[in-house]
């Protein structure tokens, strides 16, 4: 792992029985189709079991596959994936010190657009505004993507409601009520459950790269947060009461996300509004921000344009174009 991965004919040989289903596949139908021997055949198949593939062999039936591992991986991911260019070249790690981190290195180095990092752990996960991103091992999912967007830069940050949009809806069709807190957590009853951290290197009229880091809390447990976190702080395994396949999910958001990244392209800001609109939490709300260094209170109105939120105070409507949002008791 580490290596950016090609297709090899391990992962043809799964993609081919990842397609069947739940029908067996014969290994004369798998070898016709490859261009490969039945003892090649019979070797891949061997060496996804060693991978941790649960893979049924009955003679005259052919192969069956059972069970994938809950690993993220290019051998998981690339048979599930739907998209044209995010994830196509995936580098995953078991362990790095933050995804954003090594996207912008590779962003740097030239990397293409759609380039996708994930690792299995951070060891210094970062989120919005200098924070910390708690990033356990094997459980959730820590994802950056390289884009290069041809944006002007004050419309790069568009691309974080983009993100938000594929986020919940993602998380929604995977059996939890989430919704957008301005301008881009993902909460479950008042508890976050992901996050997005944007990162930009531009001159006044181009955009060189954007990164766009997505953490995912999918099957951590409540244990796997510190005390002072827990009450702030859900997974989805912990809301639907069952386990997320995260290579399932991981290909299922990056193929969102492209589906809003090219729509945004093609037909601007004003569909991925429409549906931040629809998915937030934070409109109608009573609300506590900061403005110009001081704290205003207000209700949500709308956003703009240009994803700001419109907050509606005592004395008129002020524009909120970054920060925090907490959201107040109604009265
Ligand atoms: C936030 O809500 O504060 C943003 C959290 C973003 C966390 C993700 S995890 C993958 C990527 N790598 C990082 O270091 N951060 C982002």
Redesign the pocket.
Known sequence: MGEPAEAGSEELVLAFLAEAGDEFVSGEAISDKLGLSRAAVWKHVNALRRHGYRIDAVAARGYRLREIPDRLTALELRPLLATHDLGQVLHCHEEL?????F?KMLAEEGAAHGEAVI?ER?T??????G?A?L?PPLKN????VVLRPDLPPHRASELTLVASVALCEVIREAGVAAGIKWP??ILVGGR?V????TEMAAEPDAVHWVVL????NLNARPEDFPDDLRSRVTSLAAERGQPVPRALFAAALLTRLEEWIDRHADEGFEPVRNAWRELSVTLGRRLEAQADGRAVEGVAEDVDASGALLLRTATGVVRIVAGDVQILPAR
Do not use: E, H, P
């Not at 210094?124 to 505004?129: F, I």
């Open positions: 010190a933050s995804t954003n981190d996207a690792a951070q210094a996960g970062r989120g919005r505004r924070r991103w990033s999912l820590y994802l950056s881009n957590d976050k992901a996050g997005i951290l880091g997505v953490g995912v």
